[in-house]
């Protein structure tokens, strides 16, 4: 007879989810290594319940977290996944209604950046025993719709448990996604309320500890073989770094390759650190917002390397970034729908793996010394234009004497540790940090810049934080707008004890839009933070006296103001020597730009205006289109 243990649907999730585990290589992780939760009545009385009488019961089941915002819980767990390699992950359970729709944003977040996170949102009654509930969704044409029917299309597994029998297939599912290098993001199951709280004997196999191996796909010998003679008789090569190559821990492969070979690697948002920043090969951030010498390479490249990159916009500068006539590509990846991109030859399969079998194919080849020498003193030439850019002749040279965006980035760079770790996502500072970034450490950037999401920075931050265990610092960077969107989180860290150093750039607006709106014609309109004027009517007065440092202090951190790029250097040393979070509130001056990448990104301006601006803005916007063009040459196959 089988044995049975009675649970409650909630505790037997919980129960379940305390007992997953991931493995690859033979190494075992805890998959989740706790939940997320903010407790409404959709979910007090069942997923609350669970995660108390197991916090009473078995403290290491699995930890509870309280959050301040749903979208930010999850960008907290989507963060500790990215530190942990997809390898780890957290549950985050919401109430129903707004409490749920408000993790929508975090699921597209994670979706789109390919990385693990399990969302338990409540639902409506599935008994109707009590329709129409608080906060419930009423559609005249359909019965079974519910506001978590958004999370379907920004999920990669999506189910609602309507019944107690159907919650193993259910969970069984999700990990298969979860755990899926291929195939993971999102994944949402949805708890009715009633059913959270309905009891049912399960089988005890069913809270046996369950190991997901993490799959290594292996590259196919026939397409290493046609890769392998594809590089052989490029003249000037040049592999794309993306975030696969973090993901499949292949950076040392990669290192392995790129110095046996001598190709040239450029990063992507996502594959930044994949090489440290003064390795021979590295070139560094390539696309829109990459450095002159990898947009120079890239753009007379006739073989383009694709390792674990979706090939974003702002990675192939809006395809432009890649002019040589009759350029081909290779491209390996785990997920297929990257691997076909650019018409590339198509090697679905693990970064690590593959980089490894195209070293040994290629054994004795290695690109002409001259090509080697140009990118190489290139790199060099970037180098000095960054160094220019964070201690530059005369320091505080922005206006009234403030600080520049790049000094402050420079002075974080110089006085962190090589293994710490900085954070952003949104604004400016993302492009510059990634152009200009010397990264020293293979996990020591962390930039989101999938959904470029605003107010992922604290969040984040906290379950990067939590990922390092304290083993190494978290500078959160951060603009006045970013914080504005979801600063609350502070809250969490301080309750959790979770040191973060956050470094809140004020100027007064949002100066990645502005600067971007002004080059496109709109003249900064609607990005600053400014009083409604009485004689314009227009939002163009004095400055709003915002005092965000007095905020952050209210949420009970440190924090510490600064005016000069002096006074800052020495906050970031006291903030690294401090146990506890600090805020750093710095003011800038938002017109002095990074360096260019020599690039573009394609953003379309009004092709008819009575604005002299944007007129002048479309007539550029045209020139820029013109390079712009699809890579549609068939890829060799094996046998051809």
């Known amino acids: 007879m089988t ?14 989810l305390g007992a997953q585990y991931s493995e690859r290589d033979g190494v075992e992780h805890k998959l989740f290594a706790g939940a997320f939760g903010i407790f409404g009545h959709g979910n007090v009385a069942g997923l609350g319940q669970a995660l108390l009488q197991a916090e009473l019961e078995d403290p290491d089941l699995l930890p509870y977290v309280l959050g301040r915002n749903e979208q930010a819980m999850v960008h907290s767990a989507v963060a500790y996944a990215r530190q942990k390699d997809r390898l780890q992950t957290w549950a985050v359970t919401t109430s129903v209604g707004p409490g749920a729709t408000n993790m929508v944003t975090g699921a597209a977040l994670a979706t789109i950046n390919r990385l693990p996170v399990l969302l338990l949102p409540a639902d409506t009654f599935a008994d109707r025993s009590a329709s129409p509930l608080l906060q419930e969704l009423e559609l005249p044409q359909s019965g079974d719709v ?73 590259p196919e010998r026939p397409l290493v073989d046609v890769a392998a003679e594809a590089i052989r008789s490029a003249r000037r090569p040049v592999l794309v770094a993306g975030g696969g190559v973090h993901y499949s821990q292949a950076t040392e492969a990669l290192a392995a390759f790129s110095e046996a070979t001598g190709i040239p690697v450029g990063q992507s948002q996502a594959g930044k650190g994949t090489l440290v920043y003064d390795h021979p090969q590295c070139l560094g951030a390539i696309g829109s917002t990459g450095t002159t010498a990898a947009n120079a390479i890239a753009r007379d490249a006739d073989l383009v390397i694709g390792v674990g990159t979706r090939y974003s916009d702002f990675t192939t500068a809006s395809r432009t970034a890649f002019q040589a006539e009759g350029v081909r590509f290779v491209n390996v990846n785990v997920a297929a729908i990257d691997s076909v991109k650019q018409s590339g030859l198509a090697i679905t399969a693990d970064a690590r793996e593959t980089l490894d079998a195209l070293r040994v194919a290629l054994d004795g080849h290695r690109v002409d010394d001259a090509y080697v020498e140009e990118y190489q003193r290139l790199a060099a030439d970037w180098d000095a234009t ?118 809140l750039v004020q100027n007064h607006g949002y100066a990645s839009i502005g600067s971007l709106s002004e080059s496109l014609g709109s003249q900064r309109f609607g990005t600053r933070y400014r009083y409604r004027a009485e004689g314009s009517g227009r939002l163009d007065g004095e400055k709003l006296p915002v005092d965000l440092a007095a905020n952050a202090e209210s949420l009970g951190v440190e924090v510490v103001r600064v005016g000069s790029a002096e006074a800052f250097g020495k906050a970031v040393t006291a903030a690294k020597e401090s146990p506890t979070s600090t805020v750093i509130h710095v003011e800038t001056d938002p017109l002095v730009p990074a360096p260019s990448s ?43």
């Open 598 to 640: 020599e690039s573009w990104w394609d953003v379309p301006v009004s092709e008819t205006s009575t604005l002299e601006s944007t007129q002048q803005a479309y007539e550029t916007y045209r020139s820029a289109k013109a390079d712009q063009h699809l890579h549609l040459t068939p890829p060799p196959t094996p046998g051809a």
């Open 146 to 218: 519910t506001v978590n029917d958004t999370f379907r299309a920004v999920s990669r597994y999506f189910d609602r448990v309507w019944r107690p029998e159907q919650l193993p297939s259910a969970l069984l599912a999700a990990m298969r996604v979860l755990t899926d290098p291929a195939e993971t993001g999102a994944v949402t199951i949805c708890f009715p309320q009633d059913v959270q709280a309905q009891a049912h004997d399960w089988p005890v196999e069913l809270f046996e500890k369950r190991v997901w191996h993490v799959a290594r796909p292996v």
């Open 386 to 503: 960054v160094e220019a850019t964070y201690v530059p002749e005369t320091p505080d040279r922005g206006a009234g004497g403030l600080p520049t965006q790049g000094e402050v980035l420079g002075l974080v760079n110089e006085l962190s540790d090589p293994r710490d770790v900085v954070l952003c996502a949104a604004g400016s500072m993302p492009g510059d940090l990634h152009k200009l970034w010397r990264t020293r450490d293979s996990k020591g950037y962390h930039v989101e810049y999938g959904y470029s999401c605003m107010g992922y920075e604290v969040a984040g931050g906290i379950g990067a934080a939590m990922a390092e265990r304290g083993d190494r610092d978290v500078f959160v960077m951060v603009g006045d707008g970013s914080y504005l969107m979801m600063a609350t989180e502070l809250v969490t860290a301080v309750q959790e004890g979770v040191k973060i150093i956050v470094v």
């Open 3 to 16: 044995q049975t243990r009675r649970l409650t649907v909630a505790q037997a999730t919980i129960a379940f």
